[in-house]
């Protein structure tokens, strides 16, 4: 009697083992299709903020409720015109203009160069060591809906300023359009030495709206 009591929860535990595996990978992927997705860094555009063979977490629903804000670290598809892949590439780099913002290379009163954010200078301490904020002037408007982002790493960064010289000094090419951000980097979670948060630098508050 007690070997047929303790036999039938066995055999109901592995009836059910399949069904349990199926909802967790279920949940799994929808985890990863809509909120949560891992990115690891291929290059050094966001030195030292992010280093080559780093893993980034992504939160990829926070952009249906907002637009991306100044400062915060995105992962986007970029452009084939950025990455020369017609499949299409994922990109991580910082939000420095939002649609409406006028961004402004140098201001020069100070000790060191700055970048201008609607009139406003802004410290870059989170830049790559001996870069400068841009290797020359600009002066752009960002158009509504699309951002101007840079990698922290300057010199080592195909970004909006790069396509901006590259195009001509054509803003829509220079620019990603909101829609095409495929979440915000929040956290390093690998190795675990380096893991932090990826928070928006104080640097960025204050800055006038457009």
């Known amino acids: 009697m007690i070997d047929e009591q303790t036999e039938k929860p066995r055999s109901s535990f592995w009836k059910e083992l ?23 860094i291929p290059s050094p555009s966001m030195e ?23 400062g915060e670290v995105i992962v986007f598809k970029a452009p084939t015109e950025w990455s020369g892949n017609p499949q299409g590439e994922d990109f991580i780099k910082r939000v420095i203009g939002v649609g409406g913002d006028h961004v402004v290379c140098c201001d020069r009163t100070g ?3 700055r970048l201008i954010i609607n009139g406003k200078p802004i410290d870059e301490p989170f830049i790559f060591p001996g870069n ?38 054509d803003i829509t090419e220079a620019t990603i359009p909101e829609d ?19 928070s928006v630098p104080d640097q960025f508050d204050g800055i006038p709206n457009p």
Do not use: C
Not at 187 to 197: E, H, K, S
């Open 111 to 113: 000790p060191q160069e």
């Open 18 to 40: 399949p069904i349990l595996l199926g909802v967790a990978i279920l949940v799994a992927v929808l985890v990863r299709a809509f909120v949560l997705q891992t990115f690891f």
């Open 180 to 198: 095409q951000v495929i979440g915000r980097a929040f956290t390093i979670f690998w190795p675990v030495g380096r893991a932090t948060w990826l």
């Open 48 to 70: 030292n903020t992010l280093k080559i063979d780093d893993r980034v977490l992504v939160n990829k629903l926070v952009y249906d409720f907002r637009s991306p804000h100044r």
């Open 132 to 169: 400068k904020p841009a290797d020359q002037d600009f002066d752009v408007t960002v158009p509504k809906g699309r951002l101007w982002v840079m990698g922290d790493h300057r010199e080592a960064s195909g970004d909006s300023l790069e396509h901006w010289q590259q195009s001509g000094e």
